[in-house]
């Protein structure tokens, strides 16, 4: 069966301390890949995703991820977090022949202390 | 643009009575919509997907009886939990691909928190 696997799933960092969050995914095909943020108390946003074309994908608040296909990974960084990135991060892929339907990993809580 | 909302907010009900969620897309044409059911401290599971005008296609293990989704319009699909009881309470949250926009990017709405007592 298709899934999506974060591999942390609390991460405690200080403010101004690199970010990286692990993403891999399960299945043969071609997918695109999302990352989504929900902060406390708040819906649901979508911070990147990939298509197609490079796979170093810029998203919003500084964040990016990279695409490696043959390690099926969509890894989330940011090189320098704010408090204000405190959230739970959501990976998720959409197998191309699934009619759009997203498969979310577990998620991680991000904690930046000040 | 892409502003997904739901109604209501949160609801509480007594075990056994219906419970009717909307989500609506309130600044474009939705081509889909999706409703998810979040477990505290776990991820967004898919429920059903549907289309306006056609039935809704429900994922494995979802009763199909007791979530009944409506939709309606472009802008508006409902979901209703039938005969409710207390493991129905959950987060349901639903989202909207952009009819215009041609591609499976989800916008989700801000979720509906039930309580069924």
């Known amino acids: 069966a298709q899934s999506v696997s974060q591999h942390n799933h609390h991460v405690i960092l200080s403010e101004a301390a690199s970010l990286e969050l692990g993403c891999n995914y399960s299945y043969g095909g071609t997918v695109n890949l999302f990352w989504y943020v929900q902060y406390p108390g708040q819906h649901l946003q979508l911070l990147l995703k990939y298509f197609s074309g490079d796979p170093l994908v810029k998203g919003i608040k500084g964040f990016e991820a990279e695409f490696i296909k043959s390690k099926f990974s969509f890894n989330l960084r940011k090189p320098s977090v704010q408090w204000s990135d405190t959230a739970e991060y959501f990976c998720?892929?959409?197998?191309?022949?699934?009619?759009?339907?997203?498969?979310f990993g577990s998620g991680t809580r991000l904690l930046v202390r000040p | 643009g892409a502003v997904v909302s739901q109604h209501p907010s949160w609801v509480i009900c007594k075990s056994g009575t219906s419970v009717k969620i909307e989500c609506r897309s309130l600044?474009?044409?939705?081509?889909?919509m999706f409703w998810y059911r979040q477990f505290p401290k776990q991820s967004l599971m898919l429920m059903a997907t549907s289309n306006e005008g056609s039935k809704a296609t429900y994922e494995q293990g979802v009763e199909k009886d007791k979530f009944l989704i409506n939709h309606a319009s472009l802008t508006l699909s409902t979901l209703t939990v039938t005969s409710a009881h207390p493991e129905d309470s959950s987060f349901y949250i639903c989202s909207a691909t952009r009819l215009a926009e041609g591609t499976d990017t989800q916008y989700f709405g801000p979720g509906t928190r039930l309580t069924v007592l």
């Open positions: 998720a892929v959409t197998p191309m022949d699934s009619s759009y339907k997203l498969i």
């Open positions: 600044d474009f044409q939705a081509t889909t």
